[in-house]
Nanobody
Framework: QVQLVESGGGLVQAGGSLRLSCAASGSIFSINTMGWYRQAPGKQRELVARITSGGSTNYADSVKGRFTISRDNAKNTVYLQMNSLKAEDTAVYYC?????????WGQGTQVTISS
């Protein structure tokens, strides 16, 4: 069974930085796209950033220039480096892997930014 385990969430002040990690705990092959999504109370889940197997990336307009997504294929891990954090970034963050013709979701990690 493949499970995605997230870490790195927490409480930080506006202007600070945080790095999220998400690693597959089981065996998985042919991972295509890795991505990060977030969901704030009362709002729909939205795409934050994603990276393809070829290294192409795209970001939500609200995080461009502040967040960086990267991956380590040897560790089956995706990272999200978040800098210059704002109160509006407060949400539960979920990682997602696309592979083996399936979608896998992490359990979510809370990120709270104090202003």
């Amino acid at each position: 069974q493949v499970q995605l385990v997230e870490s790195g969430g927490g409480l930080v002040q506006a202007g600070g930085s945080l790095r999220l990690s998400c690693a597959a705990s089981g065996s998985i092959f042919s991972i295509n796209t890795m991505g990060w999504y977030r969901q704030a109370p009362g709002k729909q889940r939205e795409l934050v950033a994603r990276i393809t197997s070829g290294g192409s990336t795209n970001y939500a307009d609200s995080v461009k220039g502040r967040f960086t997504i990267s991956r380590d294929n040897a560790k089956n891990t995706v990272y999200l480096q978040m800098n210059s954090l704002k109160a509006e970034d407060t949400a539960v963050y979920y990682c997602r892997f696309q592979g083996d013709s399936r979608l896998y979701w992490g359990q979510g990690t809370q990120v709270t930014i104090s202003s």
